[in-house]
C-alpha cells in the first residue's frame, strides 16, 4: 500500500484526490487549517474506503505550517510516495484592490510551501527510487492575471524544470493546470464568478481522474479537458496585451463575502 499526503484535502479539488485515491487504495494524510473538518473527512475515507486516514493540521502560510509539512513529507519512516500540493486561494480584487500582505501570504502559500515541500518529498523519493510529486496550478498560468496568475506561472515552470533535473530518478513531477472548478474556491475569495460561461466550468473529480491519468502517463503537465487544451493552445499564441484585458474582466465581479 502506498500513502499520499494532500495539502487543502478538506474541500474541492483536495476533497476529490483524496476521495479517487482513497477509493483507489491509498492510505492518506490530510492537510487544512480546519481540524474538525479534516477529522470529518478522515472518518469518513477511513469508514467507506477502509484505508488508513491521518490528519495533519497546519496552515501553509505560516513557518511552522511548512516546517511540518517537509517534516512530514520527508520522514524515512513513514514514507509519503505522493504528494499532491493542492491548498490554495485567490484574493479579491485587482492589483492594489488587495493589501499587500495577502498578496505575500499567496506568495507563500502557492509558492514558498511549494518550493520546499516538493524538495523535501523529492530527495526522500529519490533515495527510495520512486515517488511522485502533482503541484497544482491553474490555466492562470497561462495568463497576465496578477499575482494569482504568476504564483501559478511559477509552480508550473518550476514543477516541469524539476521534472526535467530529476528525469531517470524514478520521482516524477507534474504541473496541474485546471480551467474554472466548481469548489469553495470563488465564494472563499468573495467573488461572483456569475460572468463566467456555464460550459467553462469543470467538475472536481474529472479533473482528478484526468490528472491521474496524465501522471501514470509520465506527463510533466496536465491541462484537464479538451475544451481548456484548446484554450491553453490559443493563449501561448494570443498577443499578451489582448490576453491580460481579456483576462481581468473574467471571474471577477466581487460581492459581499
Ligand atoms: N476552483 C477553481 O476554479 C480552480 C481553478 C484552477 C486552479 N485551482 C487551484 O486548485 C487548488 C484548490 O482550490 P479549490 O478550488 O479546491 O479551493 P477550495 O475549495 O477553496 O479549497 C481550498 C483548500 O485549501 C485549504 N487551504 C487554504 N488555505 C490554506 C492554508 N493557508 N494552509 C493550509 N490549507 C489551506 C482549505 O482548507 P482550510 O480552509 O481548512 O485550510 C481547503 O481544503 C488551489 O491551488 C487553486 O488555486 C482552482
Known amino acids: 500500500m502506498t500513502t499520499a499526503l494532500i495539502t487543502g484535502a478538506t474541500a474541492g479539488l483536495g476533497a476529490a484526490f483524496a476521495e479517487r485515491l482513497a477509493r483507489d487504495g491509498h492510505h492518506l494524510v490530510l492537510l487544512a487549517r480546519d481540524t474538525e473538518r479534516l477529522h470529518e473527512r478522515a472518518t469518513d475515507l477511513h469508514d467507506r474506503h477502509g484505508v488508513e486516514v491521518s490528519v495533519l493540521t497546519a496552515d501553509l502560510a505560516t513557518e511552522k505550517g511548512i516546517v511540518a509539512l517537509e517534516e512530514r513529507v520527508g520522514d524515512r519512516d513513514r514514507p509519503v510516495d505522493l504528494l499532491v500540493n493542492n491548498a490554495g486561494f485567490g484574493n479579491k480584487g485587482r492589483f492594489l484592490d488587495v493589501p499587500?500582505?495577502?498578496?505575500?501570504?499567496?506568495?507563500?502559500?502557492?509558492?514558498?510551501?511549494?518550493?520546499?515541500?516538493?524538495?523535501?518529498?523529492?530527495?526522500?523519493?529519490?533515495?527510495?527510487?520512486?515517488?511522485?510529486?502533482?503541484?497544482?496550478?491553474?490555466?492562470?498560468?497561462?495568463?497576465?492575471?496578477?499575482?494569482?496568475?504568476?504564483?501559478?506561472?511559477?509552480?508550473?515552470?518550476?514543477?516541469?524544470?524539476?521534472?526535467?533535473?530529476?528525469?531517470?530518478?524514478?520521482?516524477?513531477?507534474?504541473?496541474?493546470?485546471?480551467?474554472?472548478?466548481?469548489?469553495?474556491?470563488?465564494?472563499?475569495?468573495?467573488?461572483?464568478?456569475?460572468?463566467?460561461?456555464?460550459?467553462?466550468?469543470?467538475?472536481?473529480?474529472?479533473?482528478?481522474?484526468?490528472?491521474l491519468a496524465d501522471l501514470a502517463r509520465g506527463r510533466t503537465l496536465s491541462v484537464p479537458d479538451p475544451r481548456y487544451k484548446a484554450l491553453a493552445g490559443l493563449m501561448r499564441l494570443a498577443p499578451r496585451g489582448a490576453l491580460a484585458r481579456a483576462s481581468t474582466g473574467t471571474g471577477r465581479r466581487y460581492g459581499p463575502k
Open 100 to 211: 499587500m500582505a495577502d498578496e505575500l501570504t499567496m506568495l507563500r502559500v502557492h509558492c514558498e510551501a511549494v518550493l520546499r515541500s516538493t524538495a523535501a518529498a523529492a530527495e526522500a523519493m529519490r533515495e527510495r527510487g520512486r515517488g511522485g510529486v502533482v503541484n497544482v496550478a491553474s490555466v492562470a498560468a497561462f495568463l497576465p492575471r496578477g499575482t494569482y496568475g504568476a504564483s501559478k506561472a511559477w509552480i508550473t515552470q518550476f514543477t516541469q524544470g524539476v521534472a526535467a533535473d530529476l528525469a531517470g530518478s524514478g520521482v516524477r513531477l507534474m504541473a496541474l493546470c485546471p480551467g474554472f472548478v466548481r469548489t469553495e474556491f470563488h465564494q472563499r475569495a468573495g467573488m461572483d464568478a456569475g460572468n463566467v460561461p456555464g460550459w467553462m466550468w469543470l467538475d472536481a473529480g474529472r479533473v482528478v481522474d484526468a490528472a
